[in-house]
Antibody, heavy 121, light 106 residues
Framework: QVQLQESGPGLVKPSQTLSLICTVS??????????WSWIRQPAGKELEWIGR???????NYNPSLKSRVTISVDTSKNQFSLKLSSVTAADTAVYFC?????????????WGQGTLVTVSS | EIVMTQSPATLSVSLGERATLSCRAS??????LAWYQQRPGQGPRLLIY???TRATGIPARFSGSGSGTEFTLTISSLQSEDFAVYYC????????FGGGTKVEIK
């Protein structure tokens, strides 16, 4: 069974770039027709889909975040990553990496535990 | 953006009772609707996709119904492990989630 684990700094200064990595274990990130996604959840608020990447490198981003987001994949390390630029306090959230499975209508069938990122000086 | 609205925000239910959770979309999402369960400190778990198809390994006490803009998740007989927060999500137009319904012990 695939497992996902987020890693990265827990504290980022305003105006800087938030960078997170998701390590995939229990299966190859290149195997299967999966999308690899990032979702975030500010405290007490709903989940927000950030974007996703296909193993070919094709990406889709939430239009509201598109100008600041970059998602990339490193198949040699079985990892994918998130970069969010020009962060503000509004970007403080728990960030989840996840897998979208076309066999399940591309719904999210596997999630990481999540990692809290706080934006503060 | 399609806005998803869940009700109620909190549902108090006794063990063994039935729970009915609602989700409304601001425009039609056809059957492109999923339900997730989230326990404290964990990532969400897929329960239902296609509005009514149970995901792999999900017990039969979970069922989903609806299409268009109105959807329901029913838990037929609540078990202790079912007390959690439940989210609906549309995936016809990118992905947006509802605000969640917390199912708590009465």
């Amino acid at each position: 069974q695939v497992q996902l684990q987020e890693s990265g700094p827990g504290l980022v200064k305003p105006s800087q770039t938030l960078s997170l990595i998701c390590t995939v274990s229990g299966g190859s990130i290149s195997g299967g027709n999966y999308y690899w996604s990032w979702i975030r959840q500010p405290a007490g608020k709903e989940l927000e889909w950030i974007g996703r990447i296909y193993t070919s490198g094709r990406t889709n981003y939430n239009p509201s975040l598109k100008s600041r987001v970059t998602i990339s994949v490193d198949t040699s390390k079985n990892q994918f990553s998130l970069k969010l630029s020009s962060v503000t306090a509004a970007d403080t959230a728990v960030y989840f990496c996840a897998r979208e499975n076309p066999s399940h209508d591309t719904t999210i069938d596997s999630w990481g535990q999540g990692t809290l990122v706080t934006v503060s000086s | 953006e399609i806005v998803m609205t869940q009700s109620p925000a909190t549902l108090s239910v006794s063990l063994g009772e039935r729970a009915t959770l609602s989700c409304r979309a601001s425009q039609s999402v056809s059957s492109n609707l999923a339900w997730y369960q989230q326990r404290p400190g964990q990532g969400p778990r897929l329960l239902i996709y296609g509005a009514s198809t149970r995901a792999t390994g999900i017990p039969a006490r979970f069922s989903g119904s609806g299409s268009g803009t109105e959807f329901t998740l029913t838990i037929s007989s609540l078990q202790s492990e079912d007390f959690a927060v439940y989210y609906c999500q549309q995936y016809i137009n990118w992905r947006t989630f509802g605000g969640g319904t917390k199912v708590e012990i009465k």
